[in-house]
């Protein structure tokens, strides 16, 4: 079983076939993201392909788990409507996805905001990204 399988190269994914699996399962989102390959000549070469396109493109039908259960329907209707051909169904109702409390929110029957952010950010190799007037403890709990 290989889940995520649009995201690793073909090679990568052929790596836990090399114990003698006698059977293969992908789980994966081709509308999500695909293989990184940063190098532009290995992408050239093939390699930005996964195992999961080269088996559909082969003719493997892919099954459409239609039934999200994660994200506000609005949102959902979205993607369903320009991504999955209208097929994405919402297990879950707006009452279930209430709008986090602490925002003014542009528009009520809109569960998604732009917010600006002003100001910077730091990088740093321990701690990861810092919002300039944040304070991160790397962890430390103090």
Do not use: N
């Not at 707006?94 to 569960?111: D, I, N, V």
């Not at 732009?114 to 300039?132: H, L, N, Y």
């Amino acid at each position: 079983l290989i889940d995520e399988a649009t995201q690793p190269t073909e090679p990568a994914s052929l790596v836990p076939l090399l114990h003698g699996a006698s059977q293969l399962i992908l789980v994966g989102d081709g509308m999500q993201l695909p293989p990184t390959v940063t190098d532009a000549e290995a992408s050239e070469g093939g390699l930005g392909v996964s195992l999961f396109e080269r088996m559909q493109a082969l003719g493997v039908p892919p099954l459409l788990l239609d039934m999200q259960y994660r994200m506000h329907p609005a949102l959902a209707a979205f993607s369903s409507r320009y991504f999955y051909q209208g097929r994405l169904r919402s297990a879950v109702t707006s009452e279930h996805r209430p709008l986090p409390k602490g925002l003014a929110w542009p528009s009520p029957m809109c569960p998604a905001a732009f917010v600006s952010v002003a100001g910077g950010e730091q990088r740093s190799a321990i701690d990861g990204v810092i919002g300039e007037g944040e304070w991160f403890d790397g962890g430390r709990g103090g």
